[in-house]
């Protein structure tokens, strides 16, 4: 039988969230440090532990049969890969970003500027698409310190909080693009049944990721109000109680809406609501 290969980032900020969703589908792995690659016990897989720059072109050339990286990168390295899930973290945006000095109003005055960047080709079309030339230096990390030295009038890097820009003096001034990490794979490999089996672990994890099962106590009087509250998978289960007039209600809730919905339940007269978390959803 095949072993599909996926790889995912040796050590940064996607690494984590990428060990923690595989774990989350039943795979069984050791996440050593040291090793490139870990073969996963219970599931014909191999993980391959990478630099992100390099794993869009390792799933392109069909070293890795799949890869966990930001769309920034996908997009920079300009490789042809299929995207199969949004997977929810990882999440930032690339900012074109000047100090806080630079009185700045439109795009267009940055034309004959030179701005930092380590993503020269996103940032290369965003200007072309409107029309600016500006210099674009490349440099391998520590954009943001660029315009402090004297190196750069503007910088292009990627911001999630925004506190590093502050740290430095800078203000973000215009959104390059947003991005999340992905699931990629070779162009045509959805098709394959392991990777199938694979996307379906993941999707049934995230949908887990964003819902919590509750159960909560209502008088039967009060459960038409409580039911047209609740959207539910299919409709909710009603178990009656041992005390007469009580019934338990069971049901799923997406967690954005999640304290709203509360709220509106205690006052339609739930009782003793209980919330837990959902491991996954299966459909
Ligand atoms: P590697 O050693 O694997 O090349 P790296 O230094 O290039 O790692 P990290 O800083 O670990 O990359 O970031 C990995 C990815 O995390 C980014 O490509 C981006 O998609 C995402 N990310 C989320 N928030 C941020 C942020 N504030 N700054 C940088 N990247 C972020
Ligand atoms: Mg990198």
Not at 91 to 117: F, H, Q, R
Not at 159 to 167: A, Q
Request: proline share 4%; with cysteine.
């Amino acid at each position: 039988m095949k072993t599909l290969k996926i790889a995912i980032q040796k050590s940064g900020r996607l690494n984590e969230k990428s060990v923690e969703l595989l774990k989350n589908c039943g795979l069984n792995f050791e996440n050593y440090k040291s090793s490139l690659i870990s073969p996963v016990s219970n599931f014909p897989l191999e993980i391959l532990f990478l630099r992100d720059d390099d794993i869009p072109e390792y799933v392109q050339d069909g070293i890795a049969d799949l890869g966990i990286v930001g769309e920034n990168v996908i997009e920079e390295t300009e490789v042809e890969v299929s995207y199969l899930q949004r997977l929810g973290f990882g999440k930032c945006s690339l900012k074109i970003a000047v100090p806080n000095t630079y009185d700045i109003k439109d795009l267009s005055e940055l034309d004959g500027k030179s701005i930092a960047t380590t993503y020269p080709a996103i940032l290369g079309k965003f200007l072309k698409e409107r029309g600016i030339q500006a210099d674009i230096r490349t440099i391998s990390g520590s954009v943001e310190i660029s315009p402090g030295l004297g190196l750069s009038d503007a910088i292009c890097d990627l911001v999630s909080t925004g506190g590093t820009l502050k740290s430095n003096g800078l203000k973000p001034f215009a959104d390059v693009m947003s991005s999340e990490a992905v699931l990629i794979g070779r162009v045509g490999s959805e098709n394959e049944e392991l990777v199938k089996e694979l996307i379906q672990r993941i999707q049934s994890v995230l949908r887990a990721k964003e819902t919590k099962y509750v159960v909560l106590n209502v008088q039967k009087d009060n459960l038409a109000a409580i039911t047209a509250l609740l959207p539910g998978v299919k409709s909710p289960s009603v178990i009656p109680l041992a005390e007469e007039g009580w019934v338990a209600v069971h049901t799923v809730i997406p967690e954005r809406d999640f304290w709203d919905r509360i709220s509106q339940l205690k006052q339609a007269g739930a009782q003793g609501i209980v919330v837990m978390p959902i491991e996954k959803i299966i459909l």
